[in-house]
C-alpha cells in the first residue's frame, strides 16, 4: 500500500476507496474554481455598470473598469483563500 501526501498535510492511500475519495477531491475543487470564475467574472461585468461618479470615488478610470473586466484569469489572493477553505 502507497500513501501520498497532497497539500494540507492530507494522506491518499493507494486503494480503491483512496483513490475514488481523491477523484472526488478533485472533482469539487474543479467544480470549486469554475464557480469560483464565474463570480469573477460576474464580479468584473459589474464594475463595467458602476456609474463614472463612483468608479472616480475609488480611484478607478473607465479604461482601468475595461481593462479589468476583459481579464479571464483568477486573483490570486482568491485561489489561495480557495485551498485554505478545501483544508
Request: charged share 25%.
Amino acid at each position: 500500500m502507497t500513501t501520498y501526501t497532497e497539500n494540507c498535510s492530507q494522506s491518499i492511500i493507494e486503494t480503491p476507496f483512496g483513490l475514488l475519495r481523491s477523484m472526488g477531491q478533485a472533482l469539487q475543487h474543479s467544480f470549486e474554481v469554475q464557480k469560483l470564475k464565474a463570480i469573477v467574472a460576474r464580479e468584473r461585468q459589474q464594475l463595467l455598470e458602476i456609474p463614472a461618479a463612483m468608479l472616480k470615488d475609488m480611484g478607478i478610470t473607465r479604461a482601468q473598469a475595461k481593462q479589468e473586466a476583459q481579464r479571464v484569469d483568477l486573483p490570486q489572493i482568491r485561489m489561495a483563500n480557495l485551498a485554505k477553505e478545501r483544508c
